[in-house]
């Protein structure tokens, strides 16, 4: 059974960086694309980052572009987001996605298995 947890959420001020980690198990990391998406209240999911299977091909919201890096760890079976010069708007839980394949996904239907998310807050 396949697990993701998130971790490195929090509170931060404007202008601060935060890092995000998100654990796999239970299928081989390596061969699957890993996404990062999020839900501010009231709105729905959206789409962030996604990383393809070796971390050679990352692609980003336009958002984000500039700001986050999404990365990849296969030895430890991790994926990371890296957010600098956040802004209120990036306020969400965070969420992490493995994909059905290994290539680069940004729909969440490309997706089969979800962690629990992790809260970030920025405040103005």
């Known amino acids: 059974q396949v697990q993701l947890v998130e971790s490195g959420g929090g509170l931060v001020q404007a202008g601060g960086s935060l890092r995000l980690s998100c654990a796999a198990s239970g299928r081989t990391f390596s061969n699957y694309a890993m996404g990062w998406f999020r839900q501010a209240p009231g709105k729905e999911r959206e789409f962030v980052a996604t990383?393809?299977?070796?971390?050679?091909?990352?692609y980003y919201a336009d958002s984000v572009k500039g700001r986050f890096t999404i990365s990849r760890d296969n030895a430890k079976n991790t994926v990371y987001l890296q957010m600098n010069s956040l802004k209120p708007e990036d306020t969400a839980v965070y969420y992490c996605a493995q994909a059905r394949g290994f290539t680069i996904s940004h729909g969440s239907y490309e997706y089969d298995y979800w962690g629990q998310g992790t809260q970030v807050t920025v405040s103005s």
């Open positions: 990383i393809n299977w070796s971390g050679g091909n990352t």
